[in-house]
């Protein structure tokens, strides 16, 4: 495989020295970029355009045309796995994902099956394989799942919710069948994780982005064991090379320093903990992922700038550092608020580098 020419972001997450703070955003191919716009009407559909190894190695590209980042991640869904089940993901218009065939009866569940990443997934690994060939080595390629609590929570309740009221029943009242559910998904996420490193992913990324909807107790229950399950599963090294990984719970910062226990190379945040009270409850052990207000890209280029730097200098100057959003970027955020966000955080985090 080519070297990589910038492998800051790699060496942020291990937490070694970095000349500059690194910077990728989550959703950053996507609406808010028009050129993206453009292919999603050509492909058709959401589901045609994740299908086609060209059209998401294409979108994927997109924002690095535009913007100095210093990390691509692979375009797709991460309801991927729940569809190569069987469930039969399909987008509704105006409501979103849903599934045809949702987990309710016993039965179902119980015929649960890991599906092979090779067959009804080939063309995720297709996809990585042909973005890894495109980046040429520039940077490097993030490949990424849903978590097994949030995968879950798409499978019993058929699509997003606002209550999580089918899900949560079934973990109060039927805790083995949850378990079930989730024992077999954890290790789907292993098999699926483990093809995108194999077909070119050099770090992953588990999105547990429902996991702040539990109590503390069924965090630690139903969704914290399993991301250690998943972790603990990953292929570590690949051609000499450690591939790190990232956890991240939205909502999760009340238990970030369990999640840094669970031997994850990195931990992200959302916009709701102060990352430097972050790196002082996790210390050395773990890198830090994010962590600015999404909505603060709505705001005139100097808030941007300026919220941009208090993450920066809350962080301070210390190793592992990887610069996001709290969570995903909005469809209706404005290019040009990217681009002094990339601009910002290159700068000004070379000064504190630097002790300016």
Request: glycine share 8%; net charge negative.
């Amino acid at each position: 495989m080519t070297r990589l020419q910038n492998d800051t972001f790699l060496r942020a997450l291990l937490r070694q020295p970095t000349e500059y703070t690194p910077l990728w955003l989550m959703r950053q191919a996507g609406r808010y970029l028009p050129e993206y716009c453009e292919t999603r009407k050509r492909a058709g559909s959401f589901l045609n355009l994740c299908k086609s190894p060209t059209m998401a190695c294409e979108v994927t590209l997109q924002p690095l045309a535009r913007y100095n980042l210093d990390a691509a991640i692979l375009f797709s869904d991460i309801l991927t796995v729940p569809d190569a089940m069987g469930l039969g993901l399909y987008f509704a218009e105006g409501e979103g994902p849903r599934f045809e065939r949702p987990l309710r009866d016993e039965w179902e569940i119980r015929n649960l099956a890991i599906p092979d990443p090779h067959a009804e997934l080939q063309y995720v690994m297709d996809a990585v394989a042909e973005i890894r060939r495109a980046l040429n080595g520039s940077v490097p390629l993030i490949g990424f799942s849903g978590s097994p609590w949030t995968l879950a929570c798409y499978m019993v309740e058929g699509g997003s919710s606002d209550d999580y009221r089918k899900v949560k029943a079934m973990a109060y009242s039927r805790p083995d069948l949850m378990h079930h559910i989730l024992s077999v998904t954890a290790d789907s996420v292993v098999a699926y994780l483990n093809a995108q490193i194999e077909s070119g992913a050099q770090a992953v990324m588990v999105f547990d982005s429902w996991g702040g909807a539990l109590s503390e107790a069924a965090y630690h229950e139903f969704s914290l064991p399993y991301l250690k399950r998943v972790v603990d599963g990953l292929i570590k090294e690949r051609d000499g090379e450690r591939v790190p990984n990232i956890v991240f719970t939205k909502g999760g910062g009340l238990w970030i320093e369990g999640i840094a226990d669970i031997g994850c190379d990195a931990v992200g945040l959302d916009w709701t903990m102060d990352i430097g009270r972050a790196r002082k409850l996790v210390g050395d052990k773990v890198a830090l992922q994010g962590n600015l207000d999404p909505n603060v890209l709505f705001a005139p280029p100097e808030a941007v700038a300026r919220e941009a730097k208090r993450v920066l200098d809350s962080f301070g100057n210390h190793p592992g550092h990887v610069f996001n959003l709290g969570h995903g970027i909005s469809q209706f955020t404005p290019p040009e608020s990217v681009s002094v966000l990339v601009d910002t955080v290159h700068e000004h985090s070379r000064k504190i580098r630097a002790g300016v």
